[in-house]
């Protein structure tokens, strides 16, 4: 029931106009070089070897190859869909099958709620921006400079934003789309990278009044809301609701191409989309999971240093190849992926490895831990009217808003909010200690100090709230989710087999401040509805249903019914040594040489914001920081 809730939210993140079924198998491009056949790069010789072909991965790829005498190989365990319909047209998004594309995560039983949740994370070349709901927005400026105060040097909203901009190449809205309420700022987007961001062309909403008027309803049920104007959520100040720009290509004008709205993922604008013969230097291994690090033999007074990636094919799993390393291995496996891997290979809490036969290369107990996910709550209507395929691919429902904290709970309820939060800091560092989401109290205490900060003073939006709904159902509503929670959770290897899945605690809601955030957020979007103009769309409510009616009423109805939000980070933090971390600015790993790690897993904390975007500037910034460091 958990997942057909979520769902509600799901099916309309994104829905464009439908492509024909064009599934290629490809065994070799003309720009680089693809294969799933691992004995072609057994005991090959790599510069660089990255695990994972994600969002980071191939960002990172494709920017070190762009010096043709660089050699990487890229090992994706996924397969290569290109030109898979079910993924390169937006409208299919969670509305197709694509189970054989993710990797089926589930959580372990949670405290609150008692249920194990299931976590759509990417198994595809291009990761999860191959699959996920394509919007496209940024945190606060103040959240981005927040990783330099927490003692990451260079690591802020100037640097940030200089990165993400360079990746994006921004389609500017034309003026049909702007008389339909779009608006942008367009000094916070990017004009000439290679991920192409915008918004659907055409934009037909043959209904959109229904999503027009639940916006017009949240702007006077929450004071204080901005509506209109330049509101971009890629600006450094995404509070206010808005529609939301896409990783898409827009739809042409007019030809035999017009409407033909594209997902613009990693694979497609980093791969692709590269001109023939571009990158003879570049190869990518699919349906091979890479295993472990396999180190140099050294002496006691040096790091260890890389020599090879064990990977094996995942259609044949006795299957066991090498590919040796000349320089460095960069781990771009995301926030579940790059804490297992990093563990297989001997980085990890000794305690662990040790009890999994696994020989420590080095003792680092800050790996897997400061998981942070982000949890949901849905509210569901009856629809008054047919719902029917022309509404539910209408991209005009991709508006969302973005909420601070004072515009939830008023400007006092805010204020005691966070003088909790402010008050409580040691003791929540301690309890986060002893459960063993954070390595030491004085890290995991300066970051819950940060977080509060963004809570109060630099006023970030705290919550998101989208507008959705289902044909099958006749079902409309609203998800809406806590954008930073407090609660830490962890991520960790059970076995020595590296196909068998890691544990997975995000501890959703242990937080007492969190579940009583989330229920205000649901008696909000009870709210919303209640207005005279939304309640004339629907003939009743289902959920939370209108038994639900007091506070404890609410409390139970999110404990039994949140969903997983998918925006995982923090499990391979970038922090000083000191502090917890488990990289350093550089991306280093610390306690060896020639091993970094560059996806979401090192933000130490949430951001305000869907994550791609954030994750495309880590890799921007991380292909920089290695270049900087060739001979």
């Given at each position: 029931m958990r997942f057909q809730r979520m769902l509600i939210y799901f099916p309309l993140a994104m829905q464009l106009s439908m492509l024909p079924w064009l599934f290629l198998y490809t065994v070799r491009c003309s720009a680089f070089n693809i294969t799933s056949d691992g004995s072609t790069v057994d005991h090959q010789s790599f510069d660089y070897v990255i695990v994972g072909g994600g969002t980071a991965g191939l960002t990172i790829a494709n920017r070190l190859t762009e010096n043709p005498r660089i050699t990487v190989l890229?090992?994706?365990?996924?397969?290569?869909?290109?030109?898979?319909?079910?993924?390169?047209?937006?409208?299919?998004?969670?509305?197709?099958?694509?189970?054989?594309?993710?990797?089926?995560?589930?959580?372990?039983?949670?405290?609150?709620?008692?249920?194990?949740?299931?976590?759509?994370?990417?198994?595809?070349?291009?990761?999860?921006?191959?699959?996920?709901?394509?919007?496209?927005?940024?945190?606060?400026?103040?959240?981005?400079?927040?990783?330099?105060?927490?003692?990451?040097?260079?690591?802020?909203?100037?640097?940030?934003?200089?990165?993400?901009?360079?990746?994006?190449?921004?389609?500017?809205?034309n003026q049909a789309q702007i008389?339909?309420?779009?608006?942008?700022?367009?000094?916070?987007?990017?004009?000439?990278?290679?991920?192409?961001?915008g918004f659907p062309n055409p934009y037909p909403c043959p209904l959109c009044k229904l999503w027009d008027t639940l916006v017009e309803a949240t702007v006077a049920v929450i004071p204080g809301l901005r509506n209109g104007g330049n509101i971009d959520q890629c600006s450094g100040n995404p509070n206010g609701v808005a529609r939301c720009s896409y990783s898409i290509i827009p739809g042409a004008s007019n030809g035999p191409n017009a409407g033909v709205n594209i997902r613009s993922s990693a694979a497609q604008s980093f791969l692709y989309s590269l001109p023939p013969n571009d990158r003879p230097n570049l190869y990518i291994l699919t349906e091979n999971l890479a295993t472990k690090i396999i180190?140099?033999?050294?002496?006691?007074?040096?790091?260890?240093?890389?020599?090879?990636?064990?990977?094996?094919?995942?259609?044949?799993?006795?299957?066991?190849?090498?590919?040796?390393?000349?320089?460095?291995?960069i781990v771009s496996s995301g926030s579940i992926g790059s804490p297992k891997f990093l563990e297989l290979s001997g980085i990890g809490n000794r305690r662990l490895l040790e009890s999994l036969n696994i020989a420590v290369i080095s003792d680092l107990p800050s790996i897997g831990i400061n998981l942070q996910d982000q949890a949901g709550i849905s509210s569901a209507y009856t629809s008054a009217?047919?719902?029917?395929?022309?509404?539910?691919?209408?991209?005009?429902?991709?508006?969302?808003?973005f909420v601070t904290l004072p515009q939830v709970l008023g400007v006092v309820g805010a204020q005691n909010y966070v003088s909790r939060l402010t008050q409580t800091i040691t003791r929540r560092a301690t309890e986060i200690v002893k459960i063993g989401a954070g390595a030491n109290i004085e890290g995991v205490s300066r970051m819950l100090r940060a977080q509060a900060a963004q809570f109060g003073e630099e006023n970030a939006p705290v919550l998101e709230i989208v507008f959705a709904g289902q044909t099958p159902t006749q079902l409309f509503g609203t998800a809406a989710w806590i954008l930073l929670p407090q609660y830490r959770g962890s991520v960790h290897i059970v076995s020595s087999d590296p196909l068998i899945p890691p544990a997975i605690n995000p501890n959703y809601l242990l937080n007492s401040e969190d579940l009583s955030l989330l229920v205000n957020t649901s008696t909000l979007s009870r709210h919303i509805f209640n207005i005279p103009s939304v309640k004339q769309l629907y003939t009743s409510e289902v959920l939370p249903g209108v038994s639900v009616q007091?506070?404890?009423?609410?409390?139970?109805?999110?404990?039994?019914?949140?969903?997983?939000?998918?925006?995982?980070?923090?499990?391979?933090?970038?922090l000083p040594h000191a502090l917890g971390g488990a990289v350093d600015a550089n991306l280093r790993v610390y306690g060896v040489k020639g091993v970094r790690v560059a996806d979401a897993s090192i933000l130490p904390l949430q951001i305000s914001a869907h994550l791609s975007s954030t994750v495309y500037g880590i890799a921007e910034k991380a292909a920089d920081l290695i270049q900087h460091n060739q001979p």
């Open positions: 890229v090992i994706e365990v996924g397969i290569n869909a290109q030109n898979d319909s079910r993924v390169t047209d937006p409208g299919n998004f969670s509305i197709v099958d694509t189970s054989d594309l993710e990797w089926g995560y589930t959580t372990v039983n949670q405290t609150v709620g008692g249920n194990s949740l299931g976590l759509t994370v990417g198994k595809v070349l291009g990761g999860s921006s191959t699959i996920n709901g394509m919007q496209w927005t940024r945190g606060t400026a103040s959240q981005y400079d927040a990783l330099e105060k927490l003692g990451n040097p260079g690591w802020n909203f100037a640097s940030m934003q200089r990165y993400m901009r360079k990746a994006e190449a921004f389609h500017t809205p008389n339909l309420g779009i608006t942008f700022s367009s000094d916070a987007h990017g004009k000439s990278g290679r991920v192409i961001t180190w140099k033999p050294k002496p006691h007074t040096e790091l260890p240093t890389p020599r090879a990636i064990a990977f094996q094919d995942v259609r044949s799993p006795q299957s066991s190849f090498l590919a040796l390393v000349n320089r460095e291995v009217f047919q719902l029917n395929t022309s509404v539910l691919h209408s991209p005009s429902t991709g508006a969302a808003a007091t506070q404890p009423e609410f409390e139970s109805y999110v404990h039994d019914n949140y969903f997983a939000v998918l925006h995982p980070i923090g499990t391979v933090s970038m």
